[in-house]
């Protein structure tokens, strides 16, 4: 039994066998604070797990094509691809909420099929050499639909098992240790997989990830629901809320749209120049990444402090143009070491402008929190997120140079920052309270 239920249970039974009722309430109390507790250690040993597999099919993800002689327009599939997928993902989670009370039980099949993606990437190799490439992009866009089912019913279930007074801690907790064990494997991937031979070195990776991954679920099968779930709003209720009507959102999204395309049309062409055109094998990938996850950790921790001084247009421009920098001086980089300096600028100034974006957007909008607003905004992202790869990958695919494609980008990304700065600016408090709950 939930203690969800349990705890009512407790509430009606134990007065009538002659308790106190006030004694009741407490004794119910304690047992939801015990099993928040419990839900706590869970959900941070969840991340330790997760994030310890998350390189496998993040930084070095690329790698693993360009070793199977990806061309731009591959790693631009490979990018843009699995967003669409996303996007279908998240219409389908509406319907797999609706079909389950319990989201913890809801959670648990496309969380499963997602991490199996790992075992399938693994197996790539062992199919004939020009099937390598389709079937790589394949299995990232065909598990991206699982993928996106379990990230959207996992925040649902995320605020049904634990308390408000505690979720600003539990993002913390997690945050802090998702970024230790997301730097720590990917600098001990990077040396794995610069001493063992292709393909058995990203094998080895992808199925000992996929372990740490079973882990990451085993935990969350732990979890027990505390909270009831949320009433829906009545305008939910009558089906009215839909932000694609809504005049406010159909003005706001589309600019936090251009500024995602800006920003990734370029991001799939990095490793290509990285590799190809300076030469980096996957320690110094690794590093390169190490170095991005210093950047955007430590201008997270100021976000709330920049965007309380400077307020969001500021942060959009002046972060653009400094993503823009970073492109340039990949551009320019003549060897491996002078490229590191845009790592640190890349992470750091996206990681403050997307806190940036997010304070914008639940700001300006008054039904931002309800899931439909929620679903619309995150297609939105995905619809970007897919066009932008393609304007790097399809530039390159044509012949044009992967410097001036960077250049071409970096031009972009100041487009982009401009436009932003030319739209409104919140009240540069309440960005701040945004960004630190």
């Known amino acids: 039994m939930e203690p969800a239920a349990a705890l009512e249970m407790i509430t009606e039974a134990l007065p009538a066998t002659g308790v106190e009722e006030e004694e009741a309430a407490i004794l119910a109390r304690q047992l939801l604070i015990q099993q928040e507790k419990s839900n706590f250690r869970h959900m941070v040993a969840d ?34 691809l699995p967003a669409v997928a996303l996007l279908v993902g998240s219409f389908f989670a509406q319907w797999w909420g609706r079909r389950h009370d319990n989201p913890i039980r809801a959670v648990m099949a496309p969380a499963f099929i997602m991490r199996l993606r790992l075992v399938v990437l693994a197996l790539i190799p062992l199919l004939p050499e020009t099937w390598w490439i389709p079937a790589l992009i394949a299995t990232m866009t065909l598990f991206a639909v699982p993928a996106s089912v379990s990230n959207i019913t996992f925040q649902v279930m995320t605020r049904q098992i634990i308390g408000d007074e505690s979720f600003t801690q539990l993002v913390s907790r997690r945050m802090m ?8 494997s990917t600098l001990i991937l990077g040396v794995w997989l610069n001493r063992v031979s292709f393909p058995i070195n990203y094998q080895i990776m992808f199925l000992v990830s996929f372990i740490m991954m079973l882990l990451s679920q085993w935990h969350i099968s732990r979890l027990k629901l505390t909270r009831p779930r949320p009433a829906a709003s009545p305008a939910e209720r009558r089906g009215e809320d839909q932000p694609w009507r809504d005049s406010r959102f159909l003005r706001l999204v589309p600019l936090l749209g251009v500024l995602y395309t800006a920003y990734f049309s370029v991001v799939s062409v990095i490793p290509l120049r990285l590799v190809e055109g300076l030469g980096a094998n996957e320690t110094f990938v690794s590093a390169y990444s190490v170095l991005e996850l210093i950047g955007a950790a430590t201008m997270a921790t100021m976000a709330s402090r920049l965007l309380r001084r400077y307020g969001s247009r500021n942060i959009f421009v002046v972060g653009m143009a400094v993503t823009a920098l970073s492109a340039i001086i990949l551009a320019g980089a003549p060897v491996l070491v002078l490229a590191l300096p845009a790592a ?51 530039l390159a695919n044509s012949g044009v140079s992967l410097p001036a494609v960077l250049l071409i980008g970096a031009a972009l990304r100041l487009g982009a920052g401009w436009l932003m700065g030319q739209f409104g600016e919140p009240a540069p408090a309440r960005e701040a309270a945004v960004a630190e709950n």
Do not use: E, H, K
């Open 47 to 80: 991340t330790g797990w997760f994030g310890l597999a998350i390189p496998s099919i993040g930084a070095f993800l690329s790698l693993y094509a360009i070793r199977m002689n990806a061309t731009a327009m591959d790693l631009g599939l490979l990018a843009s």
């Open 177 to 184: 240790i998702l970024n230790l064990s997301v730097a720590g």
């Open 344 to 394: 640190l600028l890349s992470g750091g100034a996206w990681a403050t402008i997307d806190i940036s974006q997010f304070s914008t957007y639940n700001l300006r909008l008054q039904n931002a929190s309800r899931p439909s607003y929620t679903t619309a905004y995150t297609q939105a992202i995905a619809i970007a997120i897919f066009i932008g790869p393609l304007i790097g990958s399809t």
